[in-house]
């Protein structure tokens, strides 16, 4: 399902997105909000659509989720666009059938760190988390990641990732835990840190993506 390119303009400066609809929009479908990394950072959201989740979602015939991309410019991180982030959600939301029960967030490298930081203070509006080749951020103080306990979360990293170690992910999976936090690791032995194409072209964790629902306990 080709993916549309779409301008969105904030306080803080222009965050554009990429955007694909559910393939039934007559219904509330799930959302998937993907925060990309490092290197596709810029002014061109063609960047995103050559790997990843937005290449699934582009090369995709149908799809059973609505799917958002927002584009940092050079320089920026996730965290320094939370609020921005989070506005345009709330404007997905608005314009779009979409299920605010079931916004699943994910984050590949650099988005990662920014999926964390936005689901831990925002735990109240997301359903899922997908975290992929990235590290949770050392300044989320013990209370927010206890708040994610009510948020399933799924964890990929490659075995011979150069730039994480897999022991400092496993010390947060055991945090989160022992918060009582429901975390599935996985780790793919032979891949490196750009493990993302065979992640998100995993048919379980696509399922995965439908199948989660805010927890009723979670308050918005």
């Given at each position: 399902m080709p993916?549309?390119?779409?301008?969105?303009?904030?306080?803080?400066?222009?965050?554009?997105?990429?955007?694909?609809?559910?393939?039934?929009?007559?219904?509330?479908?799930?959302?998937?909000l993907f925060l990309h990394?490092?290197?596709?950072?810029?002014?061109?959201?063609?960047?995103?659509?050559k790997w990843g989740l937005p290449r699934f979602?582009?090369?995709?015939?149908?799809?059973?989720?609505?799917?958002a991309a927002p584009q940092l410019p050079e320089g920026q991180t996730w965290v320094d666009r939370e609020a921005d982030v989070i506005a345009l959600l709330d404007h997905l939301i608005a314009s779009q059938a979409i299920d605010p029960s079931r916004i699943i967030l994910s984050g590949?490298?650099?988005?990662t760190a920014g999926a964390w930081h936005?689901?831990?203070?925002?735990?109240?509006?997301?359903?899922?988390?997908?975290?992929?080749?990235?590290?949770?951020?050392?300044?989320?103080?013990?209370?927010?990641?206890?708040?994610?306990?009510?948020?399933?979360?799924?964890?990929?990293?490659g075995g011979k990732d150069e730039k994480l170690a897999v022991e400092d992910t496993q010390q947060i999976v055991d945090t989160l835990r022992a918060s009582g936090?429901?975390?599935?690791?996985?780790?793919?032995?032979?891949?490196?840190?750009?493990?993302?194409d065979e992640v998100y072209g995993n048919s379980q964790l696509q399922q995965w993506l439908v199948s989660q629902q805010r927890r009723a306990s979670v308050a918005v």
């Amino acid at each position: 399902m080709p993916v549309e390119q779409r301008p969105q303009d904030n306080s803080n400066g222009s965050l554009p997105y990429l955007f694909a609809p559910a393939d039934d929009v007559s219904k509330p479908a799930p959302l998937v909000l993907f925060l990309h990394g490092a290197r596709d950072r810029g002014n061109d959201l063609n960047i995103l659509l050559k790997w990843g989740l937005p290449r699934f979602v582009d090369s995709a015939s149908a799809l059973p989720y609505f799917f958002a991309a927002p584009q940092l410019p050079e320089g920026q991180t996730w965290v320094d666009r939370e609020a921005d982030v989070i506005a345009l959600l709330d404007h997905l939301i608005a314009s779009q059938a979409i299920d605010p029960s079931r916004i699943i967030l994910s984050g590949f490298s650099l988005g990662t760190a920014g999926a964390w930081h936005i689901a831990a203070s925002h735990p109240g509006r997301f359903a899922g988390l997908v975290a992929v080749s990235g590290r949770a951020p050392k300044t989320l103080e013990a209370n927010q990641l206890a708040a994610l306990k009510e948020i399933p979360i799924q964890i990929f990293q490659g075995g011979k990732d150069e730039k994480l170690a897999v022991e400092d992910t496993q010390q947060i999976v055991d945090t989160l835990r022992a918060s009582g936090a429901t975390v599935d690791f996985t780790v793919l032995p032979d891949g490196d840190h750009f493990i993302a194409d065979e992640v998100y072209g995993n048919s379980q964790l696509q399922q995965w993506l439908v199948s989660q629902q805010r927890r009723a306990s979670v308050a918005v």
